[in-house]
Structures are given as C-alpha cells and as structure tokens.
C-alpha cells in the first residue's frame, strides 16, 4: 500500500499524523512555518484522504497502522524521524516512541487516556455524531461553508476557530469524515488504552486544549500521571484540533518537542 503524501522544508524530518476521520490538510494552518525549520512529511493514515482502504485482515489496529508507518518510512528513506501528531496520530506518535521508531513524539490531545468502557462509550457516540450529521448536511455543506458563522457551527465540537478555514477546507473535510467512516469504525472498534513505556531519551511532549469537547481535558492529567516524564502544556482557549485555534503556541510545541536531534537509527 502506497499511502498518499507531501514532503518539504528544510531540515531534520519531521512526520505529522492527523486525528480519525481527518485528514493530511489538518496540518495545513501550522505546516509552511514548520518547513522553515522542518523537512515536514503529512500523509493521509489508510482509509483517510487519498490514501487507500484500510484493510485489517483480522489483525489489531495498531499492528497495521504502525507496519503502515514503517512502511511509508522506508520509502521515504527514514530513520527514527521526529514524529508528532493529534488525537488518533497522537497516539501513533507515542505507539511509535515507545517502539524506538522515533526520535521524539509531540502530540496534541492524544487518544489513548480515557477512563473506561462508559467514557470511551461518549467518544463513539461523538464520532458517530459527527459523521451522521455529516452526511445530513452534505446536501447543504456548499452554502453552509460560505459563511464564517456556518464554518464554525459546522467545526464547533473539533475547533474553537473553524471560521478561519477557508470553506474549501472544511467543505473538504465533512466529504472526508464521512468517506473515512468505515476506518473510523474499525479503529474505534479495535482501541484500547494506551500502556506503552517509551524510552528515557525519546523526548515526550503533550500538549492538550482547554476547550478540548472530544477528548476532555481530565484525560491530560491522565496523561500526565501516566507519562511524567513528558513536558505537558496546556493550549488555553483551543479545541480538539488546534491547530487553526492557536498557530503560534502549536508552531512552537511542534519545533520545541523536536528539537533534541535525530537517535541513531534502531537496529534490525
């Protein structure tokens, strides 16, 4: 499988993973001032954007989508790149450091520090939410989208600032969330809490919003009771996506946690 990606900039690599039921544009408010310090590589997971099908084959979802990452590594010639990510790629991020894949991970709002079966039961019940009423307002999306006020409706639960998309943009995300629908059900099918331990010199950074409505905010005190050794930092005023939200404090983030130069590769 060939996933779908852009590669450029400047610099040490730099892998973003975007969240379930989004896309590689995720990115896109944060990714030219990151190619100023970065070489920054955004792909589409299987079964998101233009990447092809995810295909399970009875396996468990984190096996196929690291053998997917490490894929897309070797064809790009990479070696322990910096990887960062938010929600679902947040935890790819930190499945990756723990399995020496990386040199650093930065995530922003991570899945993987939920309660237990009740709350993870809220989280589906978002996601289906959000995809039906997607496919509601497909009809619509066109029109809705030309307004600000339309794109921050549409973008609320995910965004504080879904107005300063463009409508393109979020147009383009609703056709996907509801095109990635069948992934999103096979990956909330197959998750389960994060347990990995990551190694004392992979450099951890999680940062999460305050105003976080899909992975509320008492999941990063989880996180930072799990995880202490990470450097953990609130994103005040921000979503579960914000990267639109707050440019500058994600730029930063981004840069700081992959700061500390590439590990030697890891041996075969």
Request: zero cysteines; aromatic letters at 6%.
């Amino acid at each position: 499988m060939t996933l779908a990606y852009e590669r450029f900039g400047n610099g040490e690599p730099l892998v973003l993973v975007h969240g379930i039921a989004h896309r590689r544009q995720a990115w896109y408010p944060v990714a030219e001032r990151l190619a100023e310090h970065r070489e920054v590589i955004l792909f589409d997971l299987p079964g998101h954007g233009e990447s092809p099908a995810l295909d399970l084959e009875g396996r468990p979802v984190k096996d196929v989508l690291q053998e997917q990452l490490v894929d897309l590594f070797d064809h790009l010639g990479l070696h322990r790149p910096h990887i960062a990510g938010n929600s679902l790629g947040g935890r790819v991020a930190l499945e990756a450091a723990a399995d020496g894949l990386a040199s650093s991970a930065t995530t922003l709002s991570p899945a993987g520090f939920w309660r237990g079966d009740a709350d993870f039961a809220l989280i589906r019940a978002h996601f289906a939410i959000l995809v039906t009423s997607g496919l509601l307002a497909s009809p619509v999306a066109p029109t809705l989208t030309r307004s600000a006020l339309g794109r921050k409706l549409m973008m609320g639960t995910l965004m504080t600032h879904g107005e300063r998309l463009d409508a393109e943009r979020v147009a383009g995300d609703l056709a996907n969330m509801v095109n990635s629908r069948h992934a999103l059900h096979d990956i909330i099918g197959g998750a389960f809490p994060f347990d990995g331990a990551i190694p004392s010199d992979v450099p951890v950074t999680i940062a999460w919003g305050t105003r976080d409505l899909v992975l509320l905010p008492y999941q990063a005190r989880r996180a930072r009771k799990q995880l202490p050794q990470a450097e953990h930092i609130w994103l005040e005023g921000a979503g579960h996506v914000p990267m639109s939200d707050d440019v500058d404090s994600v730029v930063d983030i981004l840069l700081r946690g992959s700061s500390h130069g590439l590990r030697e590769a890891r041996a075969a």
